[in-house]
């Protein structure tokens, strides 16, 4: 529990190989027009929202007509709910684009594990109150996940149970902690390719543990092999799911190192999968609390700081499936732990890092994606019009992750897709909403998926591109004539 955190608080590249010849970082032009950027969201539209921490107020970044995410210009979003705005919470992008944000660990009305929630819808760009699950006092800094049906699960951070959400009828189902071997609290869900949703215990590591939709249960996935959790607080860091099937799980500072743990996943999603140690940050580093992103080139993008909030110096790293290699740091990162920072990769297959300091910073990896990684367009219109909706169906449109990770603080999944259109005349760039995804599952293979676009009503007309856009990965374009 980060007591002391609010205070501290408060103290055109697109997705085909990159072409730098270092990983580099580079300022928004327009830095956020708030105080303390927080975490970030990615909209279907391309957009991104962002709070300012616990307030009620969020921002959204548009990227300019080049799709440039560092020339971008915010917006001022409406408010949330009366007495709501808060600090370390569960949060997700639906499938039909409205967000939810549940819980809090701490909240602006100066409750400490707030049962308030809300859900945001941008078309109307309103924010409406959400009931909580039925008899729930509390939520707090509560974990979530989207499964592939599109319905989002919550944990109760004191006990073994969760809630899901019906999107349709906003309503939730409380599910019993069946079989689940500890308490969720601290904890962080990753969605995996067969639908199960992986975590590393907190109390009772270095179990691990399988939540299995169809059965609503829980099932051993296995032993970590070495500690994640950080024994006084029980604190872990992100896990991200690679396109090779394997998820990074990063640890707090246990027994003086921070471990590192690589699962695969089982043939059969009744199986527990494998784990092996992976390395220990070096210099006494560890994410107790802290961000992850998987890049487009497969490498995963993570944030480390020394011992359990404190003292400040975040150094980030790539993992490449071998090795933690050390790459350039943000030049707020030695005044910041890594709890304060956010990652979210963008379309562009760049990352946003934000960590409560008015220095919005984006990261630009270097290599290129697996073409086998991305999504591939099988059916689309070849004539849109302007404010009208469409349907685009192809493969893969969800990417083969959930891309961002942070733990039971801080979610922001981007496994949907974004459909990017490029008129062709001006190279101009507009993305239309998309929504009615037809799943929210990730990796989903040769399998035939679809969602729906909305064509800006403000778009140039004329012959454009059209692609299709998962987790910082572009389809192959079509032509598509622009009404």
């Avoid at 404190?310 to 740091?329: I, K, M, Q």
Wanted: hydrophobic share 40%; charged share 15%.
């Amino acid at each position: 529990m980060k007591i002391w955190a609010t205070a501290i608080a408060l103290a055109v590249l697109l997705c085909s190989p990159l072409m730098v010849h270092s990983q580099s970082w580079a300022p928004l032009k327009h830095q956020a027009p708030f105080l303390t950027p927080g975490t970030a969201l990615l909209l279907t539209d391309g957009s991104v929202m962002v709070q300012n921490s616990e307030a009620q107020d969020w921002w959204r970044l548009v990227p300019d007509n080049t799709g440039s995410y560092v020339n971008g210009k915010w917006q001022k979003l409406a408010l949330m709910p009366a007495n709501y705005g808060p600090l370390y919470y569960a949060s997700a992008v639906l499938a039909d684009g409205r967000v939810v944000v549940a819980g809090g660990e701490y909240n602006i009305d100066g409750s400490s594990e707030t049962n308030k929630a809300a859900i945001y819808d941008p078309r109307a760009n309103t924010w409406k109150t959400l009931a909580p699950p039925t008899n729930w006092s509390t939520i707090g800094d509560a974990s979530s996940v989207v499964f592939p049906n599109g319905k989002m699960m919550i944990s109760d951070i004191f006990t073994a149970r969760s809630a899901i959400l019906d999107p349709k009828t906003l309503t939730w189902t409380v599910i019993a902690g069946n079989g689940k071997q500890d308490r969720n609290a601290e904890e962080g869900w990753t969605l995996l390719r067969d639908g199960t949703v992986l975590t590393a215990d907190a109390i009772a590591a270095p179990k691990a543990e399988k939540y299995v939709y169809q059965q609503q249960k829980w099932i051993s996935a296995g032993n970590t092999i070495v500690r994640l959790e950080d024994p006084g607080s029980q604190e872990l860091g992100p896990a991200v799911l690679r396109p090779d099937g394997t998820v990074f799980a990063t640890g707090a500072n246990a027994s003086g190192a921070g471990h590192t743990s690589v699962y695969t996943t089982p043939a059969k999603p009744g199986q527990p999968g494998t784990w092996k140690a992976g390395p220990d940050f070096p210099d006494n580093l560890d994410i107790a609390d802290g961000p992850a992103a998987l890049l487009p080139n497969g490498n995963v993008l993570c944030a480390a700081s020394p011992g359990i909030f404190h003292p400040p110096g975040t150094r980030f790293f790539e993992w490449d499936g071998a090795n933690l290699n050390e790459v350039p740091a943000t030049p707020n990162s030695p005044n910041i732990s890594s709890f304060e920072g956010r990652m979210l990769l963008l379309p562009t297959g760049q990352v946003m890092f934000t960590d409560g300091y008015q220095d919005i910073e984006i990261y630009t990896p270097v290599g290129s994606a697996d073409p086998s990684w991305a999504p591939t367009i099988a059916s689309a219109p070849s004539t849109v019009t302007r404010g009208k909706t469409f349907v685009v169906s192809g493969t893969q449109f969800n990417g083969l992750s959930q891309a961002n990770a942070y733990g039971d603080d801080a979610q922001s999944a981007t496994n949907y897709p974004l459909v990017r259109l490029t008129n062709q005349a001006t190279g101009h760039v507009f993305y239309a909403r998309t929504h009615n995804h037809s799943t929210m599952a990730v990796a989903t293979g040769s399998k035939t998926v679809s969602t729906r676009f909305d064509v800006p009503r403000g778009m140039e007309t004329g012959p454009a591109d059209l692609a299709v856009v998962a987790n910082g990965i572009a389809s192959d374009a079509v032509t598509v004539t622009v009404q």
